[in-house]
């Protein structure tokens, strides 16, 4: 296993247009969560997947934006009529939870999106 | 409230040990971590402590706890210039889904030679 995969790595769109993110996460990892970070901040928090289960969503997270995780696995973050404030980078993490017990999270690399 | 707050910049010199501080609002987390992020890298954890631990040592890092202020401290140890980075300091926020991260802003690191 390779890690946490994220694709496209940069992704430059005009105003207005649809951008869809895609995340595989390490195959045995049941949380998957979302983050957003613009320069100089920390990640913020998105949403996450317990599963295919999307258990919280982040405030932050406007009608335009829209995850899933049909089967447990793989991702998908769709940005719906892009703005120039969505511009960031998107970063994906996953984690194994079970029970109480709460393994390490670990990070893709980031989808950038740049907004014009 | 769920906050995490740290300094945005940190200056050591070569050889010198490096503190960053950072203080959290979350008085039922449980883990508390610190992550590392290299210019265009993603995140790395570099250590986390449990919060019934007071401090965690692990090589050039220490990190201490003190629960009742919460406050987390990362201590490097003689700094290099492989540990230039942003540092961020994350907290577990347990609520009814449980088990969201939630990170400072990042300390940007710099070693002067």
């Known amino acids: 296993d390779t890690g946490v995969s994220q694709n496209p790595r940069h992704k430059i769109t005009k105003r207005g247009q649809n951008v869809t993110f895609r995340c595989d996460p390490i195959s045995e990892h049941n949380r998957l969560y979302w983050y957003r970070q613009t320069l100089g901040q920390g990640p913020e928090f998105l949403t996450y997947f317990q599963n295919e289960a999307q258990l919280e969503k982040s405030r932050l997270l406007s009608d335009r934006f829209s995850a899933e995780r049909p089967k447990g696995s793989f991702s998908t973050l769709e940005i719906q009529r892009t703005e120039q404030g969505d511009s960031a980078m998107y970063l994906c993490a996953s984690r194994q939870q079970s029970g109480t017990l709460t393994g390490e999270l670990f990070f893709g690399e980031g989808s950038r999106l740049t907004v014009l | 409230g769920e906050d995490v707050e740290q300094s945005l910049f940190l200056s050591v010199r070569e050889g010198d040990s490096s503190v960053i501080n950072c203080t959290y609002t979350d008085s039922s987390s449980t883990y508390l971590y610190w992550y590392k992020q290299e210019p265009g890298a993603g995140l790395q954890l570099l250590t986390y402590i449990f919060s019934n631990m007071d401090m965690k040592q692990d090589q050039r890092l220490t990190v201490l706890l003190n629960k009742k202020d919460k406050h987390l401290s990362l201590r490097i140890a003689d700094t290099q210039t492989v540990d230039s980075a942003i540092y961020f300091c994350?907290?577990?926020?347990?609520?009814?889904?449980?088990?969201?991260?939630?990170f400072g802003s990042g300390t940007r690191l710099s070693i002067r030679p």
């Open positions: 994350a907290e577990t926020i347990l609520n009814s889904s449980a088990s969201k991260i939630i």
